[in-house]
């Protein structure tokens, strides 16, 4: 009994909601510190591709981009995992605080890819295997959102919504397997690790990139886990109390 | 575990049967979507033959989705969906009975017509008969993976779009390489490596299905 | 044998219930009360074990019902406001898949005498589409006339019946508290029944 008492106090939204506010500001100077370093290396210093001209440079939004959307995807399983087997309140809100900012970035992803592609390969849209798995990414995005919105009582919305993602998340592979089998047009992976292609500042641009991003999907994360604590909690006694205070 | 299966199978197949007209539509639109692809693309006999696995399989997803969000919906209105999660079974094997149900009135009729109108597409009798096994072995991957959808648009407004919008993803391993199967007998690659993957699709989906959509449909219950 | 403890009950953002609690033993019927939206509904649905409760606990035998699973719902017998028969199917046929379903005995005569028993006679085979409201109910309530589990939980048994059916009813049920089982329900007009100790609990 004590152990559940204690897991409900850390993820109490009355105990969570100040923690996030106090943080957003911090991950958001990160984010925007990130985000400079890594469009000065990439904008200014990483050499111009001899293939590819100024052109590849959108790589820099292209690549983080897709990353967190993938990234984001995995945290929100991970948070629907532990709100269906502990049955904890604020797992549900961040995956659904985290959703909109998971199909922002495959947005993103599949929008700079497009602009990418037409100088590349002379077309907005090539039926790639990747291409293709981030718009189906961009599918579970969207399902997720609309089926959580679809449902009125909010803890129900949580658990259907899990359900969905441990379900998505088991297909992902599956799914991105079968469309790589399907077709494999793509030039290979940019980043290796072992043996990178890519001069070591475009890789140094890139990572830093993938931080701005990264902090960033916290801090709105966060100020909108914070909303949703809000109104669902706003008729329990720590929100009217909040509220009180704020109005005097 | 075998009997309870075999009951749900029986009672919802005596069900299909005195609502016959239920079957025949989704068929009927299988065949006509099917039908019109040559009507909006010209008759070409080397252009059909080309699209055919594409076309025929994309319309048996859509004829699938068609009885999809009935499933679980009668069950629920009238209550018995409330007695079976009450039974002293496990709920997901009420749940694979009534996949099994599910694809014996629409995967297996669909399976059935599909060479007739395979031959329409000017398809070769090899590619004709990979056709159908693929279709036999891969809609019940579409009735698994749809009842999970099913059981999470249980009772909300709007449920049969948004159950597409949610199923219709998860479908695309299955058209892959249930089309995929076709093309490669067409183009004398041989089929049988699309048709292994395929039937490993429909052993996951039906042992993992089953279990998802009554843990969704428990949720819906509550 | 079933016991309730400190259970709290919350619908969206509405309280309908906490710190509720009772115990029932062999051959007691507990009458749940209390006006519209009081939380009956919710506290059965808790009962049969499809609603968890937001707090406390509810145990048969000594046992939490979410361990025992199965094991509870083997000796657990629902009647909810709806009536869990198919249209399509008769009144035989529906007896017999429900029973079938369920894992329970049921053979065509002690089916066919149970109809009988609910005044459905001759109405067998008879889809049940073509049967008025209250003779859909009967096929529902004929369930009970075989039904030997130990605990039976039911919704608003008593609406839509006749004086003739709620005395008929109230027999069942009395019978089934002789034989030494227990019995949640929900009414808002309280029924004599025949036999048994008789609780009331009045949710407000």
């Known amino acids: 009994m004590t152990d559940r008492f204690n897991l409900y106090r850390y993820a109490s939204p009355a105990t969570f909601y100040p923690l996030a506010g106090a943080l957003i500001p911090y991950f958001a100077a990160v984010s925007v510190v990130f985000g400079l370093a890594g469009l000065w290396l990439g904008m200014l210093v990483a050499p111009t591709d001899f293939q590819q001209g100024e052109g590849y440079r959108i790589i820099f939004i292209h690549v983080p981009a897709s990353w967190m959307s993938m990234f984001i995807y995995l945290v929100m399983a991970f948070w629907a995992a532990i709100g269906l087997a502990f049955n904890t309140r604020l797992s549900g809100m961040m995956a659904q605080a985290l959703a909109p900012t998971g199909a922002l970035m495959a947005f993103l992803s599949l929008w700079t890819g497009a602009l990418w592609g037409k100088p590349m390969w002379g077309t907005w849209w090539v039926w790639d295997a990747r291409l293709t798995s981030e718009l189906i990414l961009l599918f579970l995005y969207i399902g997720y959102m609309a089926l959580t919105a679809a449902i009125d009582d909010a803890r129900r919305a949580d658990k259907a919504g899990g359900i969905l993602l441990l379900v998505g998340v088991v297909n992902i592979p599956i799914i991105y397997f079968s469309v790589k089998w399907w077709n494999t047009l793509h030039q290979g992976s940019s980043v290796n690790l072992t043996k990178s292609s890519m001069a070591e500042t475009m890789l140094w641009g890139m990572l830093l990139m993938a931080m701005c991003f990264w902090m960033y999907s916290i801090a709105v994360a966060f100020a909108r886990v914070r909303t949703i604590m809000l109104e669902r909690e706003r008729h329990t006694d720590w929100v009217k109390a909040l509220l009180a205070g704020d109005e005097k | ?222 | 044998m079933l016991e309730a403890d400190n259970l709290e009950c919350v619908r969206g953002e509405r309280r309908l219930f906490a710190g509720l609690g009772f115990r029932l033993e062999a051959g007691e019927l507990l009458y749940l009360q209390g006006r519209n939206g009081a939380g009956k509904t919710s506290l059965l649905r808790m009962l049969i074990g499809l609603l968890p409760p937001e707090n406390g606990e509810i145990r048969w035998r000594g046992q939490g019902i979410r361990k025992l699973g199965e094991d509870y719902r083997a000796e657990l017998c629902y009647l909810g406001h709806l009536n869990a028969i198919k249209e399509e199917l008769t009144p035989l046929e529906n007896l017999l898949a429900a029973a079938h379903l369920a894992d329970e005995e049921l053979s065509e005569d002690e089916a066919l005498d149970a109809l009988e028993q609910v005044g459905l006679a001759g109405r067998e085979d008879l889809a049940c589409k073509y049967l008025s409201q209250g003779q859909k109910r009967r096929v529902a309530l004929a369930r009970l006339v075989k039904e030997r589990r130990a605990l039976w939980i039911l919704d608003e048994p008593f609406v839509a019946l006749d004086v003739a059916a709620v005395g008929w009813l109230a027999g069942i049920v009395g019978g089934h508290l002789q034989r030494g089982g227990l019995a949640v329900m929900t009414t808002h007009q309280p029924v004599d029944i025949p036999a048994g100790q008789v609780r009331e609990l009045r949710l407000s």
Request: proline share 6%.
């Open chain 2, 1 to 222: 575990m075998l009997k309870i299966i075999l009951a749900v199978v029986g009672r919802d197949l005596k069900l299909a049967m005195r609502r016959q007209a239920d079957i025949v539509s989704a068929l009927f639109f299988f065949v006509i979507v099917v039908s019109l692809f040559p009507l909006g693309i010209g008759p070409e006999p080397d252009l059909l033959r080309k699209l055919a696995p594409g076309v025929l399989w994309v319309a048996a997803l859509l004829a699938t989705m068609l009885s999809l969000p009935r499933l679980f919906a009668d069950d629920h209105r009238d209550g018995t969906l409330e007695q079976l999660a009450l039974a002293p079974h496990p709920l997901g094997l009420v749940v694979t009975g009534k996949v099994i149900a599910h694809w014996l009135v629409s995967g297996l009729p669909l399976a059935l017509i599909a060479p007739v109108l395979g031959v329409q597409f000017d398809l070769s009798g090899d590619a004709l008969l990979v056709l159908t096994f693929a279709i036999l072995i891969g809609t019940p991957a579409l009735s698994g993976i749809g009842a999970i959808g099913a059981a999470l648009t249980l009772g909300l407004r709007g449920g049969g779009v948004l159950l597409s919008l949610l199923v219709l993803p998860l479908y695309i391993p299955v058209l892959i390489f249930g089309a995929g199967a076709v093309d490669a007998t067409v183009t004398g690659l041989g089929g049988e490596g699309h048709l292994s993957l395929l039937g490993a699709l429909t052993f996951a989906s039906l042992g993992f299905a089953p279990w998802a959509s009554a843990a969704a449909l428990k949720i819906a219950l509550e």
